[in-house]
C-alpha cells in the first residue's frame, strides 16, 4: 500500500544563487498561490505502413502494438505547464517546436512551457521537418519522416489535450517513490579481460564478454513522481535510464518493453494515468542482459513493471508545496570532424549514397541551419522544491543524470532524456577522450559540449554549479 502522508518541509527550489539570477530564468521569479489541478491527456501517434523507422534506416511494415502520446497539463498561478511524452524515436529541431506551439496554443500557454521528451525506441520515427525538407527538394530515396502524417500526429494529440481540460482536477499531494531495476541497464562501455575498453555492448548482444562483465556506470534506481487528490492517484509518472530496445529492425512498430510495461501498470492501476519516461541514457543498453531473442522483450517488460510497483508500493505523499518552472539556454556547437563538416554533408545528398546516409547528412544539415539561426536549446525544470523534474536534449549520457542528482542530493531529483533530440549524442569530455565508438554517426556536437551543459543544467535546477 501507498504509505501515508506525512510532512515534509519545503526546501527551497534555488540554492546559491541570487535573485537576479533566478529572474534571469524563464519563469523563476513567479510562485503561485492559487490551487493547483492536473489533467491527463492520450492520443494514438501509430505512423503509417511504409513510413520511415529510426531516421530513414528502415521502414514500418506491420504494427506490432500502438505509439502512444500521453501526457498531462499542470495549472495554478503560473502559466500552465505541459508534459507530453512520445512514442517516438526522437523530435529534432523544428519538429519539436512545431509540437510546443501547437500543444501551447491548445493548453492556453507559452512554447517554451511545453516539455516533450521521446521514449527512443529504434522501432518508431524520428522527426526532422527541414531535414525532411533537404531529401524533398533533391528526389533523394531516403525519408527521415512524412510531413503530412507528423502534422496529423501533432494535431491529434492537440484534440485530446483540449478534450482533456474539462476533467481537469485538484492537486493536494505529491508523491514520491523509487525502485531498484534489475537486470535490465548496462553501460555500452566494458572492459576485457586483458583491461583494454570496448563500446560494442549496444541493445542487444550475444557477446560473451560484454555480457560477463559488469553493468558499468547506470542509473539502478526508477522514480515515480505522482500526482494526487487527497487520497485519489491522478498521475503517475516513472523514470528510468535505458536504451529501450529489446529487439528492432524488422519493420514491426512498437512501444518495445518500457510500452508493454507501462500498459500492464495502467490496466492493475485504472485509477491513475500512467507515464513512462527514459532517463538520459545515451551510453546505456540492456545488451548486458538481452540476446535479441523475440521473448526478451517480455521477460525486459516484466523486470521493469516489477520496478514499477514496487515503487509505487514505496511512495510517500506529502502536501503539495509551491511548483514553479525555470527554463536554462545552451548553445552548442557543431561537430566539425571528417564527415560532419559544412562541406561534407551535402556530399552525402546524392543519389548514389545509402539512403540512411542521405537521412544522417540531411539531420546534420538541418542542425547546422538551427545553430546559424541563432536558435539555442532549452533545458526545462519544473520544480515542487522537494522534487523536480529536469529534461535534457537528444541522447545524453546518463553521465549527467548522475550530475544533476548530486547537484541537489537531499531532492527526489527526475531526469528525463530525449528532449530535442538535435544534437544527438552528448557524451563527457572523457568519452571523446577515450574515443567512444559510439560517437561513428550520431552525433552532431562538438567535444567542448560538457562544461556548457553542466552549467546550464544547474541553472534549470536552480543551483550554483
Given at each position: 500500500m501507498v504509505k501515508p502522508v506525512k510532512h515534509i518541509s519545503r526546501r527551497t527550489a534555488l540554492r546559491g544563487g541570487t535573485a537576479a539570477a533566478v529572474l534571469a530564468l524563464t519563469g523563476c521569479g513567479h510562485r503561485p498561490t492559487t490551487t493547483t489541478r492536473i489533467y491527463p491527456f492520450a492520443a494514438?501517434?501509430?505512423?503509417?505502413?511504409?513510413?520511415?523507422?529510426?531516421?530513414?534506416?528502415?521502414?514500418?511494415?506491420?504494427?506490432?502494438?500502438?505509439?502512444?502520446?500521453?501526457?498531462?497539463?499542470?495549472?495554478?498561478?503560473?502559466?500552465?505547464?505541459?508534459w507530453v511524452s512520445l512514442d517516438w524515436c526522437e523530435l529534432r529541431n523544428d519538429a519539436y517546436a512545431r509540437w510546443?506551439?501547437?500543444?501551447?496554443?491548445?493548453?492556453?500557454?507559452?512554447?517554451e512551457r511545453v516539455m516533450i521528451s521521446t521514449l527512443h525506441q529504434h522501432d518508431a520515427p524520428v522527426a526532422d521537418l527541414t531535414a525532411e525538407r533537404i531529401l524533398r527538394e533533391r528526389s533523394l530515396a531516403g525519408s527521415v519522416c512524412d510531413?503530412?502524417?507528423?502534422?496529423?500526429?501533432?494535431?491529434?494529440?492537440?484534440?485530446a489535450l483540449k478534450s482533456a481540460r474539462p476533467s481537469a482536477q485538484p492537486v493536494t499531494h505529491l508523491g514520491t517513490g523509487q525502485a531498484r531495476v534489475i537486470q535490465?541497464?548496462?553501460?555500452?562501455?566494458?572492459e576485457m579481460p586483458d583491461g583494454t575498453v570496448r563500446w560494442d555492448r549496444t541493445s542487444a548482444t550475444r557477446n560473451a564478454f560484454a555480457i560477463a562483465a559488469g553493468e558499468g556506470l547506470i542509473d539502478p534506481w526508477l522514480k515515480t513522481l505522482s500526482f494526487w487528490n487527497?487520497?485519489?492517484?491522478?498521475?503517475a509518472v516513472s523514470f528510468y535510464a535505458v536504451h529501450p530496445m529489446s529487439y528492432y529492425g524488422q519493420g514491426e512498430v512498437s512501444?518495445?518493453?518500457?510500452?508493454?510495461?507501462?500498459?500492464?501498470?495502467?490496466?492493475?492501476t485504472p485509477e491513475s494515468f500512467q507515464l513512462y519516461v527514459s532517463g538520459a541514457s545515451g551510453n546505456v543498453t540492456a545488451g548486458k542482459y538481452n540476446t535479441g531473442a523475440r521473448e526478451n522483450r517480455a521477460v525486459l517488460a516484466e523486470r521493469l513493471r516489477q520496478a514499477m510497483a514496487e515503487a509505487w508500493e514505496n511512495t510517500h505523499r506529502t502536501p503539495l508545496p509551491s511548483w514553479t518552472f525555470r527554463s536554462a539556454s545552451l548553445t552548442l556547437e557543431p561537430r566539425t570532424s571528417p564527415g560532419f563538416t559544412e562541406a561534407d554533408l551535402p556530399a552525402k545528398l546524392v543519389s548514389g549514397e545509402k539512403p540512411f546516409h542521405q537521412c544522417l547528412a540531411a539531420m546534420g544539415l538541418s542542425w547546422r541551419r538551427r545553430v546559424r539561426q541563432g536558435i539555442p536549446l532549452e533545458i526545462p525544470c519544473l520544480d515542487f522544491g522537494s522534487a523536480a523534474v529536469v529534461l535534457l536534449p537528444g541522447e545524453t549520457y546518463v553521465d549527467y543524470q548522475l550530475v544533476a542528482q548530486q547537484l541537489r542530493p537531499d531532492d527526489f531529483i527526475c531526469v528525463a532524456g530525449y528532449g530535442d533530440g538535435a544534437t544527438g549524442y552528448v557524451p563527457t569530455e572523457a568519452h571523446w577522450q577515450e574515443n567512444d565508438a559510439n560517437l561513428g554517426d550520431w552525433c552532431w556536437v562538438n567535444p567542448g559540449s560538457e562544461s556548457r551543459l553542466r552549467t546550464a543544467l544547474a541553472q534549470a535546477l536552480g543551483v550554483t554549479a
Open positions: 494514438d501517434i501509430t505512423v503509417p505502413l511504409g513510413h520511415g523507422m529510426m531516421g530513414g534506416s528502415w521502414v514500418s511494415k506491420s504494427v506490432a502494438d500502438p505509439l502512444e502520446a500521453r501526457g498531462f497539463v499542470l495549472t495554478g498561478a503560473e502559466p500552465p505547464v505541459v510546443q506551439t501547437v500543444l501551447a496554443d491548445a493548453a492556453g500557454t507559452q512554447p510531413l503530412d502524417f507528423h502534422e496529423v500526429a501533432v494535431q491529434r494529440t492537440a484534440a535490465v541497464a548496462s553501460n555500452r562501455r566494458y487527497g487520497n485519489q492517484p491522478l498521475v512501444a518495445d518493453f518500457p510500452g508493454l510495461a507501462r500498459r500492464a501498470r495502467q490496466n492493475e
